[in-house]
T-cell receptor, first 115, second 116 residues
């Protein structure tokens, strides 16, 4: 079974500053990795995903994440945040078969971008 | 219509009411899901339907009853709910199994349920 840890429940950051949201996972099998964003009163939207290949993954809205197999991490980064990035961010893992049924989400990190 | 659509967006009901949440996906996917999102708790998978067959029921109380009449529609029937059932209920879909290509879940905007 997989599990996901997001160590920071809340991350406040000033506008135009860089940000890193941390995600660590555990799994006994190969996994797919995802970051989702949830804006207030909305559903979850995919930011980026790692399936295979290059360990540096670029997503929408200027976000990127790096898969580190040895550290079992998939941290999300953005070099300069905007007020509009204020949202809840969820890291998720799934395995390579029946992945929809085996999706595991982390508890989420609330990013607050301050003016 | 695009993606995954959920109705109603907001629902207030008493503990003795019977209501239903509806989800419709326009992506041609073969699997659909109900998730519960409560404040300060991780997302909870409630039900999974793959090819219209229920394949997962994560110990959800019987006052929640899912229905999947076809691969595009998913319902969650609600009856005699408790105040602690108040939450955001999210529907998702995916192209699942070995034929899948992206492995991601596509979510609707959710139905905010308040039980009085």
């Amino acid at each position: 079974a997989q599990s996901v840890t997001q160590l920071d429940s809340q991350v406040p950051v000033f506008e135009e500053a860089p940000v890193e949201l941390r995600c660590n996972y555990s799994s006994s099998v190969s996994v797919y990795l995802f970051w989702y964003v949830q804006y207030p009163n909305q559903g979850l939207q995919l930011l980026l995903k790692y399936l295979s290949g290059s360990t540096l993954v670029k997503g929408i809205n200027g976000f990127e994440a790096e898969f580190n197999k040895s550290q079992t991490s998939f941290h999300l980064r953005k070099p300069s945040v905007h007020i509009s990035d204020t949202a809840e961010y969820f890291c998720a893992v799934s395995d390579h078969e029946n992945y929809g049924q085996n999706f595991v989400f982390g508890p989420g990190t609330r990013l607050s971008v301050l003016p | 219509e695009t993606g995954v659509t959920q109705t109603p967006r907001h629902l207030v009901m008493g503990m003795t009411n019977k209501k239903s949440l509806k989800c419709e996906q326009h992506l041609g996917h073969n699997a659909m899901y109900w998730y519960k999102q409560s404040a300060k708790k991780p997302l909870e998978l409630m039900f999974v339907y793959s090819l219209e067959e229920r394949v997962e029921n994560n110990s959800v109380p019987s006052r929640f009853s899912p229905e999947c009449p076809n691969s595009s529609h998913l319902f969650l029937h609600l009856h005699t709910l408790q105040p602690e059932d108040s939450a955001l209920y999210l529907c998702a879909s995916s192209q699942d199994g070995l034929a899948g290509d992206t492995g991601e879940l596509f979510f609707g905007e959710g139905s905010r349920l308040t039980v009085l």
